[in-house]
């Protein structure tokens, strides 16, 4: 197909872009037959006895192909087993342009359509090959009846190279008894916790069920040795991992269960979603889809938290503004130029609320870690939680009761009071004058060699440097008319010329005045 064809084709299939190529069919697969295929050649290799059969699908995608491209797959009666294995060529290609990049999925013969049934597996660009069938399938794919019909291949050139990107899929169909489908074992929604607390989490990780290489009884091992109260399970485009976690919860580590959606202009975390729940990520924001799928997240139970809006990776750059946002992560693994970029933008946004005009957007901190040396729960999200179950750290998150910290060994309190006794914690309103004088204070401790800083709708106000302990308590005064909200940073020493320290902890607002 010529490259003229494939974006006629794509254009008309929505601003993301979609192709569908030519349907590979196993009837005659034992004779070896060729197949035919709208994008490419294919050969097509026997399967002798019938108890196993393989087609061998080749083509070459050009450059500004579609965002999904989707092969069509006739499986017969009597199929067990799916296997699938792809392989792409690597171009050499200028200086400062990408080659190529192509992931890879499965839906079955319910159909490809966007949120519909039909998904059974994504792995994206992590594995070169996948099997699924009744009772059991690689990680990232969800195990079930392989059943008779028109599934589809979803090849995803993520990045396609000037010269076009060659692509290899070999198909193989193995016959046999269907077997039995195990019911999935998912995490409870509640452990023992103490009660109303601050509870330290991770919200973004990843396993081997998409591009991580930690199973899950080794991410669970980690957040119990980083102090973690709770985890969400992450994993691109997949809820694979729901089922994993069986025998890894307890009353000391709740396991929530979510999606870590990764389109084409941005990443969110859906955290906390039912288990089971797919959400769709095979949108651009010029499709104006969004909001339909952060009402999705909602309805199963989860919060909406764009994930590293500012992150330099193809595809990462947060597109689709934050007004369906629940939270946002301003702080993602290790504190970098990007993350200091997410905090000034996500400041920005906090003087809307300052006179109670418009809802405000809590900040929080994840780790995303996908291997080694990757440190889970660095950072962590600390919430102020009625009890330790999704709901109520959901509704912590929800309110802004959120501080960040690189790790458990960072501990803090923030409050500001008025003159008559007054009080006001992280997310509330110190309701008194615009005149009256208010009294910030942050009590830090496992912060050595670290600096506090105050920051209002003015920016960053006053700073004070910890004793060599790391531990103290630091004040300053202010009214609500100089300062329409307060809000702490703890602050290694700077690395980096021209930019702030990397941050050790940092609270969400304290709002200043009456609304």
């Known amino acids: 197909m010529e490259r003229r064809e494939v974006l006629r084709l794509s254009a008309g299939a929505g601003a993301a872009g979609a192709l569908t190529l030519g349907t590979v069919s196993f009837a005659d697969a034992a004779s070896g037959a060729a197949d035919t295929n709208g994008a490419g050649g294919a050969g097509g290799a026997g399967g002798a006895g019938g108890a196993e059969r ?15 491209v989707y092969l069509p797959i006739e499986v017969p009666d009597g199929v067990r087993e799916i ?19 192509c992931d890879i999925g499965i839906f079955d013969e319910r159909g490809t359509a966007l949120g519909g049934a039909g998904f059974r597996g994504w792995s994206g660009g992590a594995r070169a090959e996948f099997f699924l069938r009744a ?80 199973t899950p009884a080794e991410i669970a091992a980690l957040a119990r040795a980083a102090g973690l109260d709770f985890l969400t399970t992450s994993e691109h485009n997949t809820t694979s991992a729901h089922r994993a976690w069986e025998g890894l919860w307890g009353d000391d580590l709740l ?23 797919f959400i769709d990520w095979r949108y651009r924001a010029r ?67 300052t006179r109670g005009r418009a809802a405000w957007l809590p900040a929080v901190g994840h780790s995303d870690a996908h291997r080694d040396p990757d440190v889970v729960g660095l950072p962590q999200t600390v919430v102020l939680a009625e009890d330790l179950s999704r709901r109520a750290l959901q509704d912590g998150i929800r309110a802004g009761r959120v501080w960040i910290a690189e790790s458990s060994a960072v501990d803090l309190a923030f409050a500001v009071t008025g003159e008559r006794g007054e009080h006001a914690g992280i997310a509330e309103r110190l309701a008194v004058a615009g005149t009256a004088g208010v009294t910030a204070r942050l009590t830090v401790s496992g912060a050595p060699g670290c600096t506090v800083s105050f920051v209002t709708d003015q920016g960053l106000v006053y700073s004070s440097p910890l004793p060599k302990s790391g531990a103290g308590t630091v004040s300053w005064h202010t009214t609500p008319d100089h300062a329409a909200y307060l809000r702490a940073e703890v602050r290694h020493p700077a690395t980096t010329a021209g930019l702030p320290g990397p941050m050790a902890a940092m609270t969400n607002p304290v709002f200043l005045g009456r609304a």
């Open 135 to 214: 009772d059991d399938a690689t990680p990232g794919y969800l195990p079930g009846p392989v059943n008779a019909g028109t599934w589809h291949i979803a090849l995803g050139p993520y990045t396609v190279a000037p010269q076009g990107l060659a692509y290899d899929v070999t198909v193989t169909l193995r016959y046999g008894a269907p077997g039995r489908t195990p019911t999935p074992v998912y995490p409870p929604e509640r452990a023992r916790g103490r009660g109303r607390a601050w509870y330290r989490g991770d919200n973004h990780l990843h396993s081997v069920h998409s591009d991580g290489k930690r």
């Open 83 to 101: 296997a699938v294995a792809y392989q792409y060529d690597r171009p050499s290609v200028p200086e400062g342009t990408p080659t190529n990049a």
């Open 54 to 68: 393989t087609r061998r699908i080749t083509g070459r995608l050009p450059a500004g192909a579609p965002d999904f």
């Open 287 to 353: 499709d104006n889809a969004f909001g339909a799928y952060a009402r999705a997240v909602r309805r199963a139970g989860g919060l909406v938290i764009p994930a590293h809006p500012h992150a330099t990776c193809i595809g990462c750059s947060w597109k689709f503004g934050l007004n369906d946002a629940d939270a946002v992560e301003v702080w993602n693994g290790p504190y970098t130029p990007d993350d200091e970029v997410t905090l000034a933008e996500w400041d920005n946004t906090l003087v809307a609320h």
């Open 255 to 277: 396991i929530l269960t979510g999606e870590e959606i990764t389109t084409r202009n941005g990443h969110v975390v859906a955290m906390g979603t039912d288990p089971g729940v």
